[in-house]
Every structure is written in structure tokens, then in C-alpha cells.
């Protein structure tokens, strides 16, 4: 899959977080601050209403990186994450990554990750390292069938009491 890879490929897609999404964020991990559950507490913020959780807005990548691109058997070594404004429930937001840097001798791909409003204004910004899943090259095909078919030889000459003279 890395090899199929460029500097500069983008994905993306939109999503609307809801009420019940955040709920649920909240109740899978315990975190039930009133900032995100609580009108009247929030209020008195500077977000004057309940915001999303930074990490289930953070968390929105994944999708692209384990089903899209680089997509299934794709291991996440690591994320970034940098939050800029608040993302409210219901707001129609982009999600994109585009493909920064790859090394390919250690199979990584180093990604910016960003999050954008309805109106584009960048909500979240970051990088992330992903661990594509290992190719089977046509290379190592045919060296494990020219391996195979060395060891049948080898046999045969084995079974009819002819020595193999070409490995000695």
C-alpha cells in the first residue's frame, strides 16, 4: 500500500456530530463534564453553551486511516492534536488528511490532520504516524516459488536416488 502512496493525497469527508454522539462519547469514557452536558453551567463559559469533547472531534480521522486510506490493517503509532475553536453539536464539519511525508524503509506515513468548519475555518489541526499494512510484492512471490520449486527438484532427484550437484 505505501508504495501506492504520494506526498500531497488528501482524503476526506463531512460529519455532524450530535447530542446522542456526544452522550455516548461520554458515557464510553466517563467524561460527563457539565461543559458538555450542562446548558445552564454553560452559560456561565466562554462557550456560553455545551460544547463536543476535543478527542471525540480528534478521534474523527480514524475512519479515513482504518477503512479508506491507507484502509484496513493500517496500525495508528500516533496523533497530534491541536485545538483552535470549539466545535458545537451540529455543526457540519470536514475532515481531512493529507499524506506529508512517507518513509518508506520504516513503513510510515506522517499525515496533517485537520478538522474545518461549514464555513472553513479550521477547528483542529495536527499530524499523525500510521503504519500502512505490509504489500506482498510480486518479488517475494516469485522468490518463494523459485524457492519452492527448487526444494521439489531436490526431492525428485532425492526420491530417484539422483544426488543434486547444483547446491554442493
Do not use: W
Not at 80 to 107: A, C, D, R
Not at 108 to 121: D, K, L, P
Not at 134 to 160: C, F, G, I, L
Amino acid at each position: 500500500m505505501i508504495r501506492k502512496m504520494q506526498i500531497g493525497d488528501t482524503r476526506s469527508y463531512q460529519r455532524v456530530i450530535t447530542c446522542d454522539d456526544i452522550r455516548k462519547f461520554g458515557e464510553l469514557t466517563g467524561d460527563m463534564n457539565l461543559a458538555h452536558f450542562d446548558e445552564e453551567y454553560c452559560k456561565k463559559t466562554i462557550f456560553k453553551t455545551p460544547i463536543v469533547h476535543g478527542m471525540l472531534v480528534g478521534c474523527l480521522f480514524s475512519k479515513i486511516f482504518g477503512m479508506e486510506y491507507p484502509g484496513e490493517g493500517t496500525i495508528y503509532c500516533g496523533q497530534s492534536l491541536k485545538f483552535l475553536k470549539p466545535v458545537y453539536p451540529g455543526m457540519q464539519l470536514t475532515v481531512k488528511i493529507t499524506v506529508k511525508e512517507i518513509i518508506l524503509e520504516k513503513n510510515r506515513v506522517i499525515f496533517t490532520t485537520e478538522i474545518f468548519s461549514q464555513e472553513g475555518e479550521c477547528m483542529l489541526t495536527g499530524e499523525a504516524v500510521m503504519m500502512p499494512r505490509k504489500e506482498n510484492t510480486d518479488e517475494k512471490a516469485n522468490h518463494e516459488n523459485t524457492v519452492s520449486r527448487d526444494d521439489q527438484r531436490r526431492h525428485e532427484h532425492h526420491d530417484r536416488g539422483v544426488p543434486d550437484l547444483r547446491h554442493t
